[in-house]
Nanobody
Framework: QLQLVESGGGLVQPGGSLRLSCAAP?????????LGWFRQAPGKEREGVSC????????KYADSVKDRFTISRDNAKKTLYLQMNNLKPEDTAVYYC???????????????????????WGQGTQVTVSS
């Protein structure tokens, strides 16, 4: 069972930055997985923030975070990242990373949102943007 572990959340002022990390446990590799970031604010549905394909060549972003957030992966370190810049109060949420196994034939596929497509999840990390 692939249990992902997020870190890097916290309290930041508007306009600030955070980098979230999502690590795979020992014995697992992320090489064969497409990955995504989701978030859920109180009283709201979980929404897709960004995704990256197994190959790393394809990325997508929600319109609300485009040009502010950057997703990346380091397979050697078995880690997914989300660099978040120019944070806004509306970015406040619990952030989750997720993964689904992607065959080589769809290694460039990236699914934004559609959380039912993802099989493995982390426990979430809180991001709060407030002055």
């Amino acid at each position: 069972q692939l249990q992902l572990v997020e870190s890097g959340g916290g309290l930041v002022q508007p306009g600030g930055s955070l980098r979230l990390s999502c690590a795979a446990p020992s014995g697992f590799t992320l090489d064969y997985y497409a990955l995504g970031w989701f978030r859920q604010a109180p009283g709201k549905e979980r929404e897709g923030v960004s995704c990256i394909s197994r190959s790393g060549d394809n990325t997508k972003y929600a319109d609300s975070v485009k040009d502010r957030f950057t997703i990346s992966r380091d397979n050697a370190k078995k880690t997914l990242y989300l660099q978040m810049n120019n944070l806004k109060p509306e970015d406040t949420a619990v952030y989750y990373c997720a993964a689904f196994r992607a065959s080589v034939t769809v290694q460039n596929m990236c699914i934004l949102g559609a959380y039912d497509e993802y099989d493995y999840w982390g426990q979430g990390t809180q991001v709060t943007v407030s002055s």
